[in-house]
């Protein structure tokens, strides 16, 4: 229960800061959001990868490889997005900051869920 209360604070705070550096009066942009989509994007090769994967295998599995490189690009897109349109003069370099603390805060709490509740336990996050 502490972990699952942690990692909803941990969303929070992270989505809290992606806000601040959309709707604070002195950036006053939305661009940021766009990263939301990457947020949404991330879990989702890995999750495909190990419903296809058999985890008997204790050796290197290319399925598994190909989702955890394809979430790392997603990652890096999504650090590399709000400093392209900073760079672009979209958004000021304030709001280029508090997206990526925000970053950084989301992609840690994505992390988390899946050590915490990603063991083929009985209160595992692959019964939903």
């Known amino acids: 229960l502490a972990a699952l209360i942690s990692l909803s604070f941990g969303g929070a705070v992270g989505l809290m800061f992606l806000m601040l550096g959309c709707a604070l009066p ?3 942009r939305y661009w940021p959001l766009f990263v939301l989509f990457f947020y949404v994007l991330s879990p989702i090769p890995y ?4 419903r296809l ?3 008997t295998d204790a050796t290197s599995n290319a399925c598994k490889e190909l989702a955890i490189f ?3 690009g997603i990652v890096v897109s999504a650090f590399g997005l709000p400093i392209v349109f ?3 003069e979209l958004i ?3 709001a280029c900051a508090l ?3 925000g970053n950084t805060v989301i992609f840690a709490t994505i992390l ?3 050590l915490v509740f990603g063991s083929n336990d009985d209160f595992s996050w692959q019964q939903w």
Not at 47 to 50: K, L, P, Q, V
Request: charged share 15%.
């Open 26 to 28: 002195q950036y006053n």
């Open 92 to 94: 000021y370099w304030g």
């Open 112 to 114: 988390g869920f899946f």
């Open 99 to 101: 997206v990526l603390t």
């Open 47 to 50: 999750c495909i990868a190990r």
């Open 86 to 88: 900073a760079r672009a």
């Open 70 to 72: 394809l979430t790392t």
């Open 53 to 55: 994967v058999d985890d």
